[in-house]
T-cell receptor
Framework: IAGITQAPTSQILAAGRRMTLRCTQD?????MYWYRQDLGLGLRLIHY???????GKGEVPDGYSVSRANTDDFPLTLASAVPSQTSVYFC?????????????FGPGTRLTVL | AQSVTQLDSHVSVSEGTPVLLRCNYS??????LFWYVQHPNKGLQLLLK??????LVKGINGFEAEFKKSETSFHLTKPSAHMSDAAEYFC????????????FGSGTKLNVKP
């Protein structure tokens, strides 16, 4: 089934640990995104990528890094997790980064940092 | 700069009655506007989008929205609510000329009473 998969579904992590959230899409979309969702704040963009080999910073990039080695995969890494990174993380993709293209979302990763 | 305001954080309706979820936006250029729905513990799913074509946009599950430039609004409506419509709804704005700039409202939780 075409779409976006994310792993893990949920994770509890000790502060200071490194963590990589995985995201894979099979729609051959050029653009991919990472958002975090916090109660009352909607979704905020962490990082994005318009095409394989390029990435850019979103609204809340501090403490996160991404890579885009190929079209399908867009992992998000927390180098040293802090409690304020407790959130639900959504990966999304779209045909291109242009504003008229709708985004397709994965099911999310619920991360708790203690 | 773009922004989105969802005027109600919670809306409660009875099954079979109309639904109105309000969204106002600000945009410097030609906006693209989207409504997404999020069921509990799920990712976001596109309901409908406006990208400078017809101002009345029809989406899935009987939802529609009307783009009103003079009022800078893009309210979501449905003639008759169903129990399965209970979810959180997000209004999103982007600009046709921009890349990777999607602005999410803070969401409206729709409760449908039997």
């Amino acid at each position: 089934i075409a779409g976006i998969t994310q792993a893990p579904t949920s994770q509890i992590l000790a502060a200071g640990r490194r963590m990589t959230l995985r995201c894979t899409q099979d729609m051959r979309h050029n653009a991919m995104y990472w958002y975090r969702q916090d109660l009352g704040l909607g979704l905020r963009l962490i990082h994005y990528s318009n095409t394989a080999g390029t990435t850019g910073k979103g609204e809340v990039p501090d403490g996160y890094s991404v890579s885009r080695a190929n079209t399908d995969d867009f992992p998000l890494t927390l180098a040293s997790a802090v409690p304020s990174q407790t959130s639900v993380y959504f990966c999304a993709s779209s045909l291109s980064g242009e504003g008229y293209n709708e985004q397709f979302f994965g099911p999310g990763t619920r991360l708790t940092v203690l | 700069a773009q922004s989105v305001t969802q005027l109600d954080s919670h809306v409660s309706v009875s099954e079979g009655t109309p639904v109105l979820l309000r969204c106002n936006y600000s945009s410097s250029y030609s906006p693209s506007l989207f409504w997404y729905v999020q069921h509990p513990n799920k990712g976001l799913q596109l309901l409908l989008k406006y990208t400078s074509a017809a101002t009345l946009v029809k989406g899935i599950n009987g939802f529609e929205a009307e783009f009103k430039k003079s009022e800078t609004s893009f309210h979501l409506t449905k003639p008759s609510a169903h129990m399965s419509d209970a979810a959180e709804y997000f209004c999103v704005v982007s600009d046709l000329g921009n890349f990777n700039k999607f602005y999410f409202g803070s969401g409206t939780k729709l409760n449908v009473k039997p």
